[in-house]
């Protein structure tokens, strides 16, 4: 089956514009959550959503929001954007969210603000 | 508050040598989850084991195998004959809560396997 697909792979923004990110998640699995990556901070926990319902929302500007779909696709938004915004955004899905399971990643998006 | 650490932050090997990985968590939980996973150069999280914190069973899988230990709050991962395939960036993760896929992950460490 498809793997967890990411829209776009790449892409370059100057300071000030904003981002929107896709994840297509594994067919049915209902749990999305997207992650950043930076040399500096390493991989943090940015949201998750769960039937369209954020639960839990990691320790991130207002700038950083989300949203999920009734087919379980997700989008992240990051607005007013900002040098240090410049990661690797990664997105996972699951069948419940509950830890129960593994996640599955996709290759994420490398977002370069200049 | 939860917390892994991997203190180390690049291990080179020759292929064949055994290497073992570290990982130490602190949480406050009783109930947890410690995971790890592989980073290949393409991005992507693979996952590789998934560990409550009721089973301190250590597992083996093919050539990987993990030490779970909770008197010292460590879960560590060694990889036994090491091959070429396995250069990647591991990462050792602690869950962020019951019913959640929020994932607490440590620093990672970046494992060469030079032939």
């Known amino acids: 089956k498809a793997g967890v697909t990411q829209t776009p792979r790449y892409l370059i923004k100057t300071r000030g514009q904003q981002v929107t990110l896709s994840c297509s998640p594994i067919?049915?699995?209902?749990?999305v959550s997207w992650y950043q990556q930076t040399p500096g901070q390493g991989l943090q926990f940015l949201f998750e959503y769960f039937s369209e319902t954020q639960r839990n929302k990691g320790n991130f500007p207002g700038r950083f929001s989300g949203r999920q779909f009734s087919n379980s696709r997700s989008e992240m938004n990051v607005s007013t954007l900002e040098l240090g915004d410049s990661a690797l955004y990664l997105c996972?899905?699951?069948?419940?969210?509950?830890?129960?399971?593994?996640?599955?990643f996709g290759e994420g998006s490398r977002l370069t603000v200049l | 508050a939860q917390k892994v650490t991997q203190a180390q932050t690049e291990i080179s090997v020759v292929e064949k040598e055994d290497v073992t990985l570290d990982c130490v968590y602190e949480?406050?939980?009783?109930?947890?989850?410690l995971f790890w996973y592989k980073q290949p150069p393409s991005g992507e999280l693979v996952f590789l084991i998934r560990?409550?914190?009721?089973?301190?069973q250590n597992e083996i899988s093919g050539r990987y195998s993990w030490n779970f230990q909770k008197s010292t709050s460590s879960f560590n991962f060694t990889i036994t004959a090491s091959q070429v395939v396995d250069s990647a960036v591991y990462f050792c993760?602690?869950?962020?809560?019951?019913?959640?896929?929020?994932?607490?992950f440590g620093t990672g460490t970046r494992l060469q396997v030079f032939p």
């Open positions: 560990r409550n914190s009721f089973d301190e």
């Open positions: 993760a602690l869950s962020g809560g019951l019913n959640t896929d929020k994932l607490i």
């Open positions: 067919s049915g699995h209902r749990s």
């Open positions: 996972a899905s699951s069948l419940i969210g509950q830890n129960t399971g593994e996640l599955f």
């Open positions: 949480t406050r939980d009783t109930t947890y989850y």
